[in-house]
């Protein structure tokens, strides 16, 4: 059985690395970032939806390169629970992403289907579909021009807004010690609008769709210190490849603490702890290697995680996997 359980491992891996490598182009980061991801797997994967055996609520902050004007901040607040047939999950997030004038809501319900492969390894299909209202608040632009007097005909005088519908797919395969997704969490672009594009702003394009692959495993050090290394590639077919690296460090009282790698020479270190087997908390901070060049660009992220028991459910170690 354990030799099956390998060959079933690798052939599924084998798969999803295939599926990435249709790919003709990869990517740079998509607008929405979350430094320490593996906190917030719903946002990544639909089929990450009822996962474990409670319910479990996230909700973060994400405030990109402080001190500079106009920077990404983002924040979510997610759910997910499998339901009293544990083949099925269920999920729901809500997010929120605002860069200078431009905000970005949206709201996403997820289900998710799972085949137990053997007793411990578990294959998951996910789909998710909502809405995402985009906006464009041309009333808080500012100039810097002390004769400006607001009559320029290339600046809307209003803000606009829309509200469209978007879905994505997702697989996910995991075991006590190791998992990975592949997924398309957003097929559809849901461009901003301007004064004239009522109706306009959804379209499907391939090379413009997003795809994330994860993968980690969970290694014992010794019986205290556990330490999960991760890695998190995403793409499309019209960009560079953008990975982030993370490696977490878990002591058996709580504690935990790590260090990451993104594309960019991008550096972040993570802390955390959990309170009890129910609630936790993790901060992390990220900065350039590149500082001459791009100045201080760091960024804080905070998460709270808080586990709700289902019935009979029963767990000593919730992590990521």
């Not at 920077?71 to 929120?96: E, Q």
Request: charge should be positive; charged fraction near 15%.
């Amino acid at each position: 059985m354990g030799n099956q359980s390998h060959i079933t491992t690798r052939y599924i891996l084998t798969i999803l690395i295939c599926l990435c490598s249709t790919l003709p182009k990869l990517f740079s980061q998509e607008n929405i970032l979350f430094t320490n991801y593996n906190q917030n797997k719903l946002f990544i994967n639909p089929a990450f939806s009822g996962n474990k055996p409670y319910m479990e609520m996230a909700m973060g902050y994400h405030k990109q390169w402080t001190g500079v004007e106009g920077a990404p901040k983002s924040s979510i607040l997610s759910a997910h629970a499998p339901l009293n047939n544990s083949k099925i999950g269920l999920g729901t997030m809500v997010y929120s992403n605002k860069i200078g004038i431009l905000n970005e809501t949206g709201f996403f319900a997820s289900y998710a289907y799972k085949i137990s492969l053997t007793k411990k390894r578990v294959l998951a299909f996910g789909l998710q579909a909502g809405i995402v209202n985009k906006e464009v608040r041309w009333s808080d632009l500012r100039t810097y021009d002390p004769n400006f007097n607001g009559d320029d005909p290339s600046i809307p005088n209003m803000n606009v807004s829309s509200v469209a519908p978007n879905f994505g797919l997702g697989i996910y395969y995991n075991t006590p010690k190791f998992h990975l997704g592949f997924s398309a969490p957003r097929l559809l672009q849901n461009t901003y609008p301007h004064e004239n594009s009522m109706g306009e702003n959804i379209n499907f394009e391939f090379r413009d769709i997003y795809f994330y692959l994860n993968t980690g495993l969970q290694l014992e050090l010794n019986p205290k210190i556990q330490v999960e290394p991760s890695l998190l590639f995403f793409s499309s077919a019209n960009s560079t490849l953008d990975y982030n690296l993370n490696l977490i460090f878990y002591h058996i009282n709580g504690i935990f603490a790590g260090s990451g790698y993104r594309a960019g020479k991008y550096w972040s270190i993570h802390i955390g702890y959990e309170f009890n087997s129910k609630i936790g908390i993790n901060y992390s901070y990220e900065n350039s290697l590149d500082k001459l060049k791009r100045g201080d660009h760091s960024s804080h992220e905070f998460f709270i995680n808080y586990k709700i028991s289902l019935k009979k459910s029963s767990y000593t170690s919730p992590r990521f996997f």
